[in-house]
């Protein structure tokens, strides 16, 4: 009995989720709808890039939704409130971080244009920012204490270090990743969206739990956020020597644009990114 109860929860709350991308699906379809038809875009024409853009938007919205069923017992009835409200935030945040992707994260370009043209390294880049965003999310809502204004802080924060993250990959590399980037590189679009979520898991690791205080958190996330920095753009040297034997990313990316090289190096950080993760929590 007890099985079935909890499965007819489940269902509830996958129905709020499905319900909250629905609706993120129709803001979206209205902010693009004097560039293209998504819908027809992707069925007919076939076109990854947006398809990218619209799945990180789904995922990110469901993942930053299981924060608020992260806490502690509250109760069914109180968990779907605040599965609901939730799902209204993360619209709105999903959005907010599309925006910083146009503006700061792959400047200089219009990404909608970009991604109708099917320039997939843009379309890369936001399945990255998206599903990090959701981890982000997640981990600002999860947990007790600190109420909203904890969360919204600690939410802005982690922007921020997507931010530093996507500068200091664009400082340390010999050639402009974003260049590559605008200029429809799948490779250098895998790779930097790939960091970014990579990164995405260790943020979230670093805000899930209870408020502490506000001295003691930021310090937290301060030093979390910086050694994840450092480790995964330090972590390029040896992913080329060991994992990747008789090539180069720079080669793999710049000269000879290889996504599937890349999908290499990216689930290398990324397993790294976790294990590195699951020692914060």
């Known amino acids: 009995m007890?099985?079935?109860?909890?499965?007819?929860?489940a269902l509830v709350f996958a129905a709020i989720a499905f319900l909250w991308m629905g609706v993120a699906k129709r803001f979206l379809d209205l902010r693009t709808r004097g560039l293209y038809d998504a819908d027809r875009e992707i069925a007919e024409s076939q076109n990854l890039a947006i398809s990218l853009r619209r799945g990180g938007l789904y995922l990110g919205v469901a993942i930053g939704m299981l924060g608020a069923l992260a806490g502690g017992d509250v109760g069914f009835v109180a968990d779907v409130v605040e599965m609901?409200?939730?799902?209204?935030?993360?619209v709105?945040?999903?959005?907010?971080?599309?925006?910083?992707?146009?503006a700061v994260v792959v400047p200089g370009i219009n990404n909608a244009e970009a991604l109708r043209d099917?320039?997939?390294?843009?379309?890369?880049?936001?399945?990255?920012?998206s599903v990090a965003t959701g981890l982000i999310a997640y981990g600002s809502f999860a947990g007790?204490?600190?109420?909203?204004?904890?969360?919204?802080?600690?939410?802005?924060?982690?922007?921020?270090?997507?931010?530093?993250?996507?500068?200091?990959y664009e400082r340390m590399t010999p050639y402009h990743v974003l260049e590559e980037v605008r200029g429809g590189n799948a490779a250098a679009g895998l790779m930097l969206g790939g960091m970014l979520l990579a990164f995405g898991f260790i943020l979230n690791s670093s805000l899930t739990g209870n408020f502490q205080?506000?001295?003691?958190?930021?310090?937290?996330?301060?030093?979390?956020a910086?050694?994840?920095?450092?480790?995964?753009l330090l972590l390029q040297w040896p992913i080329d020597r060991f994992f990747l034997p008789g090539t180069s990313l720079r080669n793999e990316i710049e000269?000879?644009?290889?996504?599937?090289?890349?999908?290499?190096?990216?689930?290398?950080?990324?397993?790294?990114?976790?294990?590195?993760?699951?020692?914060?929590?």
């Open 255 to 281: 000269t000879s644009p290889n996504p599937a090289a890349v999908a290499v190096a990216v689930a290398v950080k990324t397993a790294l990114a976790l294990v590195i993760s699951a020692v914060l929590l």
């Open 2 to 9: 007890t099985e079935f109860v909890a499965m007819g929860q």
């Open 213 to 224: 205080g506000w001295t003691e958190d930021l310090l937290g996330f301060a030093v979390s």
């Open 84 to 90: 609901m409200i939730e799902g209204a935030v993360m």
């Open 118 to 129: 099917g320039n997939l390294g843009v379309g890369f880049v936001e399945f990255g920012v």
């Open 226 to 232: 910086s050694m994840g920095i450092v480790l995964l």
């Open 92 to 102: 709105l945040f999903l959005f907010v971080a599309q925006w910083v992707t146009d």
């Open 144 to 168: 007790e204490g600190g109420g909203l204004l904890s969360a919204l802080v600690f939410f802005a924060l982690g922007q921020l270090a997507l931010i530093v993250l996507a500068v200091g």
